[in-house]
């Protein structure tokens, strides 16, 4: 029976030739996902076990990056969901409940330790703040409700080191998980499960996507009953990824290299320059001995990252830091960072525990432009600071 040509809109018999390569990962989209027939309908979230049964649980775009996200980083199974945020969210609603003690270091990126402080107490689960720097005497706050453990090294704005053997091999004999935020290292500086973590995290934002234009997270087990647990939680929290996002992720990876290479060199000669300004006080970058937990950074990592903070005198004011900063030509003000271009953001009033500074910081990103210019920009900064 020939279809009306409405019908054909949705049901044509036209088709792109078969046989076309391409180096490139489709981009497959689908909410709705067929079934091979009525009688084979099955639906689970572990994609890689069932047939594809629901968008929310994958396409193969998404889970090709999965795959390879789980690859580099040495685990088995990995999920992606929409951001950085997203992959500590879902950590801490699969291995937390109600009665649950969770440690988070003071160092931890903001909205991680809000996450806890502002919903997970809501639902009985009490947060603790650690000394970023307290290594194997976490063993003293372990409780016997105590489910999880977070470490982020280096920490965000302050990038404090963290002994992560020494702290998972303490978690790991009184049974509780360890996670990681692994943002800085791009899941590849640090060797997560060979330095102990159970659960590893990144921001896809950052370094994989690269080019600050898309939010993605993943999540990376090796553990299958840590893997059942993430599973469950993720597919009934709804977290969907777009597979044009997962696409774009999926190129950055093929650039991360040598993309990781030029910002750690260019970051160095930055770094290195602005440490040598009178007004500052302490450069907090991991491969500089000044930097709280440098010595572990060394044994425990292969390079540094682009990211880092400078702390001003307690002398200098901090309007005068605004001003610096605005002057700047190639230094916007914007979050988030592992994109192509430099970025500062001003840090005033942090107010820390353990490790206490003037209050007067400014976090830098540094992205792929030439290490000479940044410096001349940064000298007609300090120029107008001193001006
Ligand atoms: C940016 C960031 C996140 C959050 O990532 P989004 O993709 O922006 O949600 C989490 N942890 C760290 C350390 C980050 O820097």
């Known amino acids: 029976m020939p279809l009306d040509w409405r ?48 968008g929310l649980y994958g396409t193969p775009t998404t889970l090709e990056l999965a795959a390879r996200i789980a690859e580099l980083e040495g ?6 969901v929409p951001g950085g945020q997203a992959a500590i969210a879902l950590i801490s609603f699969a291995f937390t409940g109600s009665g649950a003690h969770v440690l988070l270091p003071e160092s931890a990126y903001r909205p991680n330790n809000q996450l806890a402080n502002r919903v997970l107490a809501r639902f009985g689960v009490e947060a603790e703040l650690y000394d970023p720097l307290i290594g ?85 087990v090796r553990d299958e009953a ?32 040598v993309r990781l290479r030029q910002l750690e060199e260019t970051t160095l000669a930055v770094a290195g320059w602005l440490r040598e300004q009178p007004e500052i006080d302490t450069l907090l970058h991991p491969a500089f001995p000044e930097c709280p937990g440098h010595d572990t950074w060394a044994r425990d990592f292969t390079g540094s990252a682009s990211v880092f903070s400078v702390v001003f005198k307690p ?36 107010q820390r525990r353990y490790h206490p500074h003037s209050g007067k910081l400014v976090r830098f990103n540094i992205g792929l432009e030439r290490a000479d210019d940044l410096i001349a920009d940064l000298e007609r900064g300090f120029a107008v600071l001193r001006g």
């Open 7 to 54: 019908s054909r809109l949705i049901h044509p018999k036209a088709a792109a030739p078969a046989g076309f390569r391409s180096l490139a990962t489709p981009t497959f989209r689908g909410s709705t996902t067929l079934f091979e027939s009525a009688g084979t309908v099955r639906i689970h979230w572990d994609q890689t076990q069932t047939p594809y049964g629901y």
């Open 75 to 80: 685990g088995k199974h990995c999920f992606i």
């Open 136 to 220: 194997a005497g976490i063993a003293g706050l372990i409780r016997s409700n105590t489910r999880l453990i977070w470490c982020e090294s280096p920490g965000s704005v302050t990038m404090e080191v963290q002994d992560v053997p020494a702290i998972a091999a303490a978690a790991r004999r009184a049974g509780v998980v360890t996670a990681l935020d692994n943002t800085y290292a791009a899941g590849v500086l640090l060797d997560a499960f060979a330095h102990g973590a159970d659960v590893t995290m990144q921001a896809l934002t950052k370094y994989v996507g690269g080019h600050s234009d898309l939010l993605l997270g993943s999540v990376t």
């Open 226 to 257: 840590h893997y059942q647990a993430l599973g469950d939680t993720h597919s009934l929290l709804g977290m969907a990824v777009s597979p044009d996002d997962c696409s774009l992720a999926l190129r950055g990876l093929q650039t991360l290299a």
């Open 315 to 350: 002398s200098i004011q901090p309007d005068a830091i605004i001003r610096l900063v605005d002057a700047l030509a190639l230094f916007p003000v914007g979050y988030s960072w592992g994109g192509v271009t430099s970025l500062a953001m001003p840090y005033f009033g942090l």
